[in-house]
Antibody, heavy 129, light 106 residues
Framework: QVTLKESGPVLVKPTETLTLTCTVS??????????VSWIRQPPGKALEWLAHIISNDGKSYRTSLKSRLTISKDTSKSQVVLIMTNMDPVDTATYYC?????????????????????WGKGTTVTVSS | DIQMTQSPSSLSASVGDRVTITCRAS??????LNWYQQKPGKAPKLLIYTASTLQVGVPSRFSGSGSGTDFTLTISSLQPEDFATYYCQQSYNTLTFGPGTKVDVK
């Protein structure tokens, strides 16, 4: 059974750095077609994709947040970590991690398309002083 | 970045209705379009990938179509458990979600 679980602080202060961990089970982060995405959802608002990391350690970031985000993985621990710097109250949201599954003809971990087929339950982060 | 729009932003429907939601991309994304369903307080669930392929376990009343810039999600006969918010998402160039369409009770 594939599961993902987010963990991290519930409350952070403005200007602080947020570190979130996604611990996965039921699949390997070294699987060529698989990776992990981070997505957030501010209260009452739409989903926002933040970043993803794939098996060959390739990384992609939301353009508007690229300077604030770092994603990394520890395959031996089955964990993916997202770091977001300089937190602001507008970053208050539920943060989800999800497995991304690549489809089509994949080469060196890069696939023509991806979908997020299994999601964690999410973790709520509030930014407030 | 590729922008996604959805219409309508919300709709009211009754059980048994046929429901259609439209998603449009700001540039061609081939068929690299996924649909998700989200219920309040829950994580999203993948319904359809590559525009028209039903994810395993998703009821056949859900269907998707389209390519290029215009896509649709259709629920052939709305069931009580289908009242939710639906998001499209492209994976042609990084990943982008649409703003969502909320389906509620008429």
């Amino acid at each position: 059974q594939v599961t993902l679980k987010e963990s991290g602080p519930v409350l952070v202060k403005p200007t602080e750095t947020l570190t979130l961990t996604c611990t996965v089970s039921g699949f390997s982060l070294s699987n060529a077609r698989m990776g992990v995405s981070w997505i957030r959802q501010p209260p009452g608002k739409a989903l926002e994709w933040l970043a993803h990391i794939i098996s060959n350690d390739g990384k992609s970031y939301r353009t508007s947040l690229k300077s604030r985000l770092t994603i990394s993985k520890d395959t031996s621990k089955s964990q993916v970590v997202l770091i977001m710097t300089n937190m602001d109250p507008v970053d208050t949201a539920t943060y989800y991690c999800a497995r991304i599954m690549g489809g089509g003809d994949c080469y060196s971990g890069l696939c023509p398309y991806y979908s997020m087929d299994v999601w964690g339950k999410g973790t709520t982060v509030t930014v407030s002083s | 970045d590729i922008q996604m729009t959805q219409s309508p932003s919300s709709l009211s429907a009754s059980v048994g209705d046929r429901v259609t939601i439209t998603c449009r991309a700001s540039q061609s994304i081939s068929s690299y379009l996924n649909w998700y369903q989200q219920k309040p307080g829950k994580a999203p669930k993948l319904l359809i990938y590559t525009a028209s392929t039903l994810q395993v376990g998703v009821p056949s009343r859900f269907s998707g179509s389209g390519s290029g810039t215009d896509f649709t999600l259709t629920i052939s006969s709305l069931q009580p458990e289908d009242f939710a918010t639906y998001y499209c998402q492209q994976s042609y160039n990084t990943l982008t979600f649409g703003p969502g369409t909320k389906v509620d009770v008429k």
